[in-house]
């Protein structure tokens, strides 16, 4: 579904991406993983059009996506979240899914019509399916981190894409709150039928819900595959090096 | 969730809006003619800086310099009734048309940059057109100005003028409510809280600000021809920068993110200038203490402050 091919970024004097290749089926779930400063949201932001490419192709669904700008990636049916809470602060709940519900259906420009009796459905549907139903009326900013993050998800599901990136959907969670994301974040893969790429830094989680892993070193994919074969790679071991959880294995 | 405009407005909101404007109605039936022409004025300003306050207060664009379109709305309304003619329905027309024609090309420049040099290049576009009008002495008078435009015969008395302004200006008051409730509205509050963000979710937040520029810059010209209607000259000065200081301040004081706010600082502003102003020059004196002091105590403006307190003792 989504291919990135020796993908190339630099900034300045620093290359953030230095060949990255990825490789993602419909209806997988795979994670990106790699230690700090890796290059993962540089890729991500590369593939959902925030940055462009130096080098390199991205393709989905045979599609050469690579320089689009991100609202035509998006309509293309790539959605996403991001790693810092990237929210409408000032907007309820409610109209922060609402909005991208309307992009989605092309209603953004219409000027016509009473906006809260469109799309309301769907949203509704969105905050019901992430839990966020009774906080639909609260102002988006005043809500907690972890529902903040919880409504970064319901964002991008607004847009009803096939492929969901998720950028470290549990950045600054409590154990409970990852725990609670992990198993929606599951539950949305399996009930809307959607392929998820995300990136996280709990090694648990990932080996956990993961069917394929990707490991960037350096802004380069050190290898791409099943978590056991991950696991066994001495590469893999040698950039995570002290990183406990990994070598041992569970 | 139910269908229709009525729904739109909080009840609140309705009862205080209608009220205002059926007291505004019969004011003039005992009020001196003076106060009646503050009020007109009041309401010309009130439309420019509600104008205005779509695309800064709800929109989040650095639109330094809104008084240029005030002011080519204004000249095209003023030489289409000296120089032509045409009926004067095209005035009222060509004002908001001409004046929605420069803020696309303006506009179109300005969105390409982000922030403070958004609001630099609209600075200094605006200027350039300024310059023009205070040049150019065969088509627009030069900084004389024109003077002694008639009036459209319907419009015989000052009451009259009144009213027809009061109509007007509430018509696109309505206008622009309908607008930001709309999905477009919504979007770009949507833009303004978060333009990244609203790129990801598939919009395209160039051409929705420039949209909503246009928009802005064609309500801006109709406030232009009222101001015409009122006074009866145009001069230069309708599209100096300091004008666009005037407004974007009356905004900030009356509250940028309340819909009737910037409402509320035209009428504070023109009331202090009028008043103020007839005793010393230096009103803008009083005016600043006032600012300093609203920027310390009422961060949100007079009218944010209102609604919070509102809010809590509900």
């Known amino acids: 579904m989504l291919q990135v091919e020796a993908v190339y970024k630099s900034f300045g004097d620093f290359t953030a991406v230095y060949g990255a ?25 590369l593939i959902t059009g925030q940055l462009k490419p130096d080098k390199g192709k991205i393709l989905f669904k045979g599609e050469e996506i690579n320089g689009l700008p991100p609202y035509e990636i998006c309509k293309k049916g790539i959605g996403r979240s991001f790693q810092i809470v990237n929210i409408f602060p000032r907007l309820t709940v409610f109209e922060n899914v609402q909005v991208a519900v309307l992009a989605q259906q092309r209603k953004s420009s219409n000027l016509f019509f009473p906006a809260q009796s469109l799309a309301v459905e ?8 992430v839990g966020l139903s009774d906080k639909a009326a609260s102002i988006a900013g005043s809500l ?38 992990i198993k929606l974040v ?36 050190l290898i791409q595959g099943k978590p056991e074969e991950v696991r066994k790679d001495k590469r893999v071991q ?8 990994l070598a041992e294995g569970r | ?67 240029a379109f005030y002011g080519v709305g204004a000249y095209a309304f003023a030489l289409i009734l000296t120089k032509t003619s045409l009926p004067v329905w095209v005035g009222f027309i060509a004002g908001p048309l001409t004046a929605a024609v420069m803020g696309l090309l303006i506009g179109w420049f300005c969105v390409r940059l982000s922030q403070l040099y ?55 008051l309505i206008v622009m409510y309908l607008i930001l409730k709309s999905p477009f509205g919504r979007t770009l509050q949507a833009i303004r809280d978060n333009p990244q963000r609203c790129e990801a979710v598939g919009v395209n937040v160039r051409r929705h600000q420039l949209m909503a520029i246009v928009i802005a ?37 009356g509250g940028w993110f309340t819909f009737a706010g910037p409402v509320l600082g035209a009428a504070l502003i023109v009331a202090l200038r009028t008043f103020v102003g007839k005793y010393t020059e230096y009103w803008t004196l009083i005016l600043g203490i006032i600012l300093i002091l609203l920027i310390f105590f009422l961060p949100e403006g007079v009218m944010g402050y209102f609604l919070r307190i509102s809010e809590r003792s509900r």
């Open chain 1, 21 to 45: 290749h990825l490789t993602v089926e419909r209806g997988e779930l795979v994670a990106v993983i790699g230690p700090n400063g890796a290059g993962k949201t540089t890729l991500f932001n």
């Open chain 1, 122 to 129: 769907e949203t509704s549907h969105i905050l019901e399916s």
């Open chain 1, 144 to 181: 907690s981190h972890g529902d903040q993050k919880i409504l970064e998800i319901a964002i991008a599901l607004g847009n009803d894409p096939e492929l969901l990136i998720l950028d470290e959907p549990t950045a600054g969670m409590s154990p409970e709150e990852t725990a609670a994301t």
């Open chain 1, 186 to 221: 599951r539950q949305l893969a399996e009930t809307r039928g959607l392929t998820i790429l995300f990136c996280e830094h709990d090694m648990d989680v990932v080996f956990d819900i993961a069917q394929s892993i990707m490991v960037m070193h350096h802004g380069q994919t």
């Open chain 1, 238 to 245: 040698e950039a995570y090096l002290g990183s406990v959880e």
């Open chain 2, 1 to 67: 969730m139910p269908k229709g405009v009525a729904n739109l407005i909080p009840r609140r909101g309705l009862w205080s809006a209608g009220g205002i404007f059926f007291a505004l109605l019969i004011v003039p039936q005992f009020a001196p003619e003076f106060y009646v022409y503050i009020l007109t004025l009041i309401f010309v300003t009130a439309l420019l800086a509600m104008s205005l306050n779509l695309v800064i207060g709800h929109g989040g664009l650095f639109q330094f310099h809104h008084a």
């Open chain 2, 118 to 172: 958004f609001g630099m290049l609209q600075i200094s576009l605006g200027s350039l057109i300024w310059a023009i009008v205070f040049r150019w002495y065969k088509f627009t008078g030069g900084d004389d100005g024109i003077h002694g435009i008639p009036r459209p015969s319907f419009l015989s008395s000052s009451n009259k003028v009144y009213y027809f302004v009061l109509l007007i200006v509430t018509f696109c």
């Open chain 2, 217 to 253: 810059t064609s309500f801006a010209g109709m406030a232009g021809v009222l101001f015409v209607v009122l006074e009866r000259f145009v001069v230069p000065d309708l599209l100096f920068w300091t004008l666009s200081l005037e407004i974007l301040i009356m905004c900030l004081l």
